[in-house]
């Protein structure tokens, strides 16, 4: 007993100075080993009475080699005999020496995170004071952090290794479980507290400077850079080592490849500028070169980064793309503007799923592209209301076809004074004389451009609201939606330009009655079939 007295103390010691920041951790690695051996010192010794496990079990050969009933009795109380064995305090010591080893490594890594981040909360006074967004990855936000990753990454191997060697089925393995969540928790706390303030700033500066469309596009490839150099950290965290190696190799090999075959082919500058193109869009940093490699470890399949508890930190931090262009749609009722939000926002989706590694951004903008889309749904819906459902014309939009022959309606105005009447009539004259003098130096291509305008202007006005939001919101809204839309407005213009005919039937006749509809029906017509050709059938029907 004194000597395995002795040699749990040894080992305690040694996982001591395994655990200790700052001792190297390679002498230790084989006796942690070498104790514990392939199934756990927990599970080894977890069998009490076992005379395989314990030294003290081995009793005395039964004198007689006949006699079997004597030799089923000792085997029994072999069996049984728990303190003669001494497998219990095998066991008893094993559980303590592995309590002291995980209570080291929780102290070595996650207790070191949490240390990291208060001291850069107080250097940086984070957050009150946030971090310019093009200083974010040379601050002591991610410098100080990816100096202890290493010995991190080597206590986490440690114990991921353990993990791995005593099973899903072992109670030790929950041991290990609870550790590694306990510092995977701590990592994304910690890092969600020091960037959340900067993010969030970083959005509001970007709104007031380039407005709603361009803070939108800028503000996506923000997130999906962040997205990019935090999976990277992570990786060097809780990644394993030995695919991250073998990543940086294989990239280190095809950018030697890539510099010989530029320099063979004399396109020096042009294969340097693609290469730093790449790198940048998987990522790469000149501050952190370890982020270089994270499209090689990712192509080795190190789906760490694919946790939970880092993509929901992701998505805390981008979540703040949301809530700032969330309150600047409240208040936007220009449907161009919410059409170009939304393009751009489905542009920057496309560029975010091209990556695994930026999900948790393209998540975000499919959040705020819902967002835009049912604003732009409310306000097509009003406009759509107030100037076709709601349309009262004037008897200056149903002048046909003098409308379409340039005729001014008449007007009647009374005059009081004639002083007054003739210098409003001289007034008229100058203001003529001026236009035709306009006119004359008009290019042709204004001249052209003046008679699609005044084409555009001598349409139904509810026919010309229909068709303009329609041709708008087509690319922007889901196909569904722009049917149901299309749909109801194409049934109000339509019953409005019946309407509008009665009114022409009893002021100009059939002839102009029957013109002025099927002139409006077919030019409907034709622009619904170039918006869109699945619709064409409803309107037909219609």
Not at 37 to 55: I, L, Q, Y
């Amino acid at each position: 007993m004194m000597l395995l007295s002795k040699s749990f103390n040894v080992c305690a010691y040694h996982v001591h100075e395994m655990c200790s920041l700052t001792t190297p951790l390679s002498p230790f690695s084989h006796i942690f080993n070498r104790f514990f051996g392939d199934s756990g010192g927990a599970e080894v010794f977890g069998r009490p009475g076992s005379s395989a496990t314990g030294v003290g079990g081995r009793g005395r050969r039964p004198s007689g080699a006949g006699d079997n009933r004597r030799k089923e009795k000792l085997a029994k109380e072999q069996a049984f005999d728990v303190h003669a064995s001494g497998s219990a305090e095998y066991y008893r010591r094993a559980c303590a020496l592995q309590d002291a080893a995980l209570e080291l490594l929780r102290v070595g890594v996650a207790d070191r995170i949490t240390q990291t981040s208060n001291q850069i909360q107080d250097a940086l006074h984070i957050p009150k004071v946030p971090i310019a967004a093009d200083k974010l990855e040379a601050s002591l936000v991610y410098t100080r952090y990816h100096g202890i990753s290493k010995r991190s990454n080597a206590l986490i191997s440690i114990a991921r290794k353990r993990l791995d060697a005593l099973g899903n089925g072992s109670v030790a393995a929950t041991s290990y479980e609870d550790l590694l969540t306990l510092c995977r928790n701590t990592y994304c706390l910690a890092r969600e507290t020091l960037l959340t303030t900067t993010v969030r700033t970083h959005m509001d500066i970007l709104k007031e400077r380039h407005g709603l469309v361009g803070m939108t596009r800028l503000a996506s490839v923000f997130l999906i850079r962040l997205c990019t150099v935090e999976t990277a950290l992570y990786l060097d965290f809780f990644g394993d080592a030995k695919k991250k190696a073998k990543g940086e190799e294989e990239d280190k090999d095809a950018v030697d490849e890539e510099k010989e075959s530029s320099s063979g082919e004399g396109n020096d500058m042009d294969d340097k500028g693609t290469s730093s193109t790449q790198l940048k869009r998987m990522g790469s940093s000149t501050t952190h070169p370890a982020a270089a490699a994270l499209a090689s470890q990712v192509l080795s399949e190190d789906a760490t980064y694919r946790d939970a508890e880092f993509q929901s930190m992701l998505s805390a931090l981008c979540s703040s793309l949301h809530r700032t262009i969330r309150r600047g749609l409240v208040s936007v009722l220009d449907l161009d503007v919410l059409c170009q939000v939304v393009s751009v926002l489905r542009e920057e989706r496309s560029a975010a799923n091209s990556s695994p590694t930026t999900l948790a951004a393209a998540r975000a903008v499919s959040a705020v592209i819902q967002d835009a889309q049912e604003r732009l749904i409310f306000c097509a819906n009003n406009a759509l209301h107030k100037e076709v459902a709601r349309f009262k014309p004037t008897p200056n939009d149903l002048n046909y076809p003098g409308k379409l022959l340039g005729e001014k309606p008449k007007t009647t105005i009374i005059n009081d004074d004639d002083e007054e009447a003739n210098a409003d009539s001289e007034g008229d004259k100058k203001e003529n004389e001026a236009a035709e003098d306009k006119k004359e130096d008009q290019t042709p291509v204004d001249d052209a451009v003046a008679a699609q305008l005044r084409v555009y202007e001598s349409w139904f006005p509810p026919m010309r609201s229909v068709l303009r939001i329609l041709s708008k919101i087509f690319r922007v809204v889901e196909p569904r939606v722009f049917e149901d839309i299309a749909l109801q407005s194409v049934q109000s213009c339509t019953k409005s330009l019946k309407d509008g005919s009665i009114f022409i039937l009893r002021n100009s006749g059939q002839i102009h009655a029957d013109l002025f509809l099927v002139k409006h029906l077919l030019v409907s017509y034709h622009v619904l079939c170039i918006i869109c050709l699945s619709f064409v059938v409803l309107y037909i029907h219609i």
